[in-house]
């Protein structure tokens, strides 16, 4: 089965930093993109970077220069770390994969249960 586990998350003041790890196990072949994604109270969930298995990136306006996402391909591992965070980034925090299946070969949305970041004033 497979799964995605977040960690990382927690209370930080604005202007500090916080790294967010996931990492996907079970049985996989290979994993396209993974990324970050965030949701707000009353909001909609929204793309906050995404990396692809040959290293492109792609971030949300909102978090650029600011937020750097990473991956280690062989230990199915995405990382994002985040620095001069501001209130407007507090959210739950998650991890999602195009996972490819070891025996359909083919990839298939997974999520993780998301993490908290909550950031003071």
């Known amino acids: 089965q497979v799964q995605l586990v977040e960690s990382g998350g927690g209370l930080v003041q604005a202007g500090g930093s916080l790294r967010l790890s996931c990492a996907a196990s079970?049985?996989?072949?290979?994993?396209?993109?993974m990324g970050w994604y965030r949701q707000a109270p009353g909001k909609q969930r929204e793309l906050v970077a995404q990396?692809?298995?040959?290293?492109?990136?792609n971030y949300a306006d909102s978090v650029k220069g600011r937020f750097t996402i990473s991956r280690d391909n062989a230990k199915n591992t995405v990382n994002l770390q985040m620095n001069s965070l501001r209130p407007e980034d507090t959210a739950v925090y998650y991890c999602?994969?195009?996972?490819?299946?070891?025996?359909?070969?083919?990839?298939?949305?997974?999520w993780g249960q998301g993490t908290q970041v909550t950031v003071s004033s």
């Open positions: 990396i692809t298995s040959g290293g492109s990136t």
């Open positions: 079970g049985l996989i072949r290979g994993i396209n993109v």
């Open positions: 999602a994969a195009g996972v490819v299946a070891f025996v359909t070969r083919r990839p298939t949305d997974y």
